[in-house]
């Protein structure tokens, strides 16, 4: 199953993030890593780091990111696991977290899980 | 010349001038940022310093990367990302070596510039750091062109910077928190140029 990870400055989001795609999907294999070591905002190496082991198999990890240096560095974590099968998917974070979870819990590859999270940039919520 | 332990006291005096100016640099970000830049970096230079005096026999290759990779463990911001890649990819330029002259420390300049452009997905003109690095390269390898000295090589590059970070006073932030205010972070000098120019500083009063 592809793990996914949730990385934000907000420690209290990342957790919120997947406890709302663990509601939606119970027995994906889903992990956080919001704020910094001492729970203070902002982006650690070491507990996206740790949150992408927590997570990883052959199947591949999918890291979903909120903004700025989430993604600088998510970006070095990947760059010093060079062997691994992870992709960075660039989407709302709420809403892809939920979407990849629900794939991944349906046994999407990493590739299939990636089309269907990056469909949620243009998601409407209100229907007309 | 410089050797590895010359380059550790410079790095301690780097971090030793962050921790001083960190109040001011808060003061910049609180202006056009999210009001941590000085706190970031001064928490992540801190743990460069504790970790510094470990590194006494190692090659200059080796505490540079240590110094990148503790910053981008500890500083938080985009500041640990950015100066994170600065200083693993100068690093890298400097792999193995003892030893390091004007002439190698501007390759090893160059490749930390290259690194935060690719990391920072910036060029000059924007509103960054590179905005007072770039100057100060220019600076320097003009100065290792002309067969100059590594004072008067700093001299120059700190004009630069100098020249550099007041240039962004005038301009809007297109990258960063800072662009998030868009005409708004007209008038405001970018933090990140200003704590580059302090590094600058901090090396060349060790010169």
Redesign the interface.
Same mark, same amino acid.
Request: charged residues 20%; aromatic residues 4%.
């Given at each position: 199953m592809v793990g996914i990870v949730v990385v934000s400055h907000s420690q209290k989001l990342a957790e919120g993030v997947l406890e709302l795609a663990k509601m939606m999907a119970p027995t994906a294999n889903v992990s956080a890593a919001g704020g910094m070591e001492d729970g203070s905002a902002g982006t650690s190496f070491t507990k996206i780091s740790k949150a992408i082991d927590e997570v990883y198999s052959d199947d591949g990890v999918a890291v979903l990111m909120d903004m700025g240096s989430a993604v600088m560095t998510t970006e070095m974590v990947i760059e010093s696991m060079e062997a691994r099968k992870i992709k960075m998917l660039d989407c709302p974070v709420a809403e892809g977290a939920v979407v990849a979870a629900l794939e991944a819990m349906a046994g999407a590859t990493l590739e299939i899980l990636e089309e269907k999270v990056l469909a949620t940039r243009t998601i409407k919520k209100i229907n007309d | 010349m410089t050797d590895n332990k010359r380059v550790i006291a410079i790095l301690l005096a780097v971090a030793k001038k962050i921790e001083s100016e960190k109040v001011f640099l808060t003061e910049l970000d609180t202006a056009i940022g999210d009001g941590?830049h000085g706190i970031?970096m001064a928490r992540g230079f801190q743990k460069v310093g504790e970790k510094l005096p470990s590194l006494a026999d190692k090659d200059i290759g080796v505490i540079l990367k240590t110094v990148g990779?503790q910053l %981008?463990?500890t %500083? $938080? @911001?985009?500041a @640990?990302?950015?100066y @994170?890649?600065a200083f693993m990819k100068a690093g890298a330029a400097c792999q193995g070596k003892m030893e390091l002259d004007l002439a190698g420390f501007a390759v090893a300049f160059a490749a930390a510039i290259q690194g935060v452009k690719m990391? $920072?997905k910036a060029e000059p003109g924007e509103k960054t750091m590179l905005d007072a690095l770039c100057p100060a390269l220019t600076a320097i390898n003009a100065e290792v062109k002309a067969g100059g000295n590594a004072r008067s090589a700093f001299t120059n590059a700190i004009q630069a910077a100098n020249d550099g970070v007041a240039y962004t006073k005038t301009i809007i932030a297109t990258k $960063?928190?800072a662009s998030y205010l868009g005409e708004r972070s007209i008038g405001h000098q970018d933090p990140g140029a200003t704590s580059s120019l302090l590094i600058l500083q901090a090396i060349a009063e060790c010169i």
């Amino acid at each position: 199953m592809v793990g996914i990870v949730v990385v934000s400055h907000s420690q209290k989001l990342a957790e919120g993030v997947l406890e709302l795609a663990k509601m939606m999907a119970p027995t994906a294999n889903v992990s956080a890593a919001g704020g910094m070591e001492d729970g203070s905002a902002g982006t650690s190496f070491t507990k996206i780091s740790k949150a992408i082991d927590e997570v990883y198999s052959d199947d591949g990890v999918a890291v979903l990111m909120d903004m700025g240096s989430a993604v600088m560095t998510t970006e070095m974590v990947i760059e010093s696991m060079e062997a691994r099968k992870i992709k960075m998917l660039d989407c709302p974070v709420a809403e892809g977290a939920v979407v990849a979870a629900l794939e991944a819990m349906a046994g999407a590859t990493l590739e299939i899980l990636e089309e269907k999270v990056l469909a949620t940039r243009t998601i409407k919520k209100i229907n007309d | 010349m410089t050797d590895n332990k010359r380059v550790i006291a410079i790095l301690l005096a780097v971090a030793k001038k962050i921790e001083s100016e960190k109040v001011f640099l808060t003061e910049l970000d609180t202006a056009i940022g999210d009001g941590d830049h000085g706190i970031n970096m001064a928490r992540g230079f801190q743990k460069v310093g504790e970790k510094l005096p470990s590194l006494a026999d190692k090659d200059i290759g080796v505490i540079l990367k240590t110094v990148g990779m503790q910053l %981008v463990s500890t %500083v $938080g @911001g985009a500041a @640990g990302p950015l100066y @994170g890649t600065a200083f693993m990819k100068a690093g890298a330029a400097c792999q193995g070596k003892m030893e390091l002259d004007l002439a190698g420390f501007a390759v090893a300049f160059a490749a930390a510039i290259q690194g935060v452009k690719m990391r $920072g997905k910036a060029e000059p003109g924007e509103k960054t750091m590179l905005d007072a690095l770039c100057p100060a390269l220019t600076a320097i390898n003009a100065e290792v062109k002309a067969g100059g000295n590594a004072r008067s090589a700093f001299t120059n590059a700190i004009q630069a910077a100098n020249d550099g970070v007041a240039y962004t006073k005038t301009i809007i932030a297109t990258k $960063g928190r800072a662009s998030y205010l868009g005409e708004r972070s007209i008038g405001h000098q970018d933090p990140g140029a200003t704590s580059s120019l302090l590094i600058l500083q901090a090396i060349a009063e060790c010169i």
